[in-house]
């Protein structure tokens, strides 16, 4: 298997952005409403939510459904 040097380039981009501590799908996942509501509403992330931010610059099935979600959220009208 050879690759490009555009995936080559990409794949050295994503190893310099991991950090020593990441959460995994499942984490994101649970959190991600949290994040969301919080991105809706203006509302300031708090630094525990960060990580969710970050996972989701990672990986792009938690990045898919944090946009279904968002598009849903953004369909039923502003938050109260």
Do not use: W
């Not at 995936?7 to 499942?26: A, V």
């Not at 991600?32 to 708090?46: S, Y």
């Not at 990580?51 to 959220?73: G, I, N, Q």
């Amino acid at each position: 298997m050879s690759f490009t040097s555009e995936q080559i380039d990409g794949l050295m981009s994503l190893i310099g952005i991991t950090r020593e501590s990441e959460l995994n799908c499942n984490e994101c996942l649970h959190h991600v409403a949290e994040f969301a509501e919080c991105e809706l509403t203006g509302k300031h992330i708090p630094e525990a939510l960060e990580a969710v931010r970050h996972h989701l610059t990672l990986c792009l099935e938690c990045k898919e459904e944090y946009d279904e979600l968002m598009k849903v959220l953004r369909s039923m009208g502003p938050a109260a």
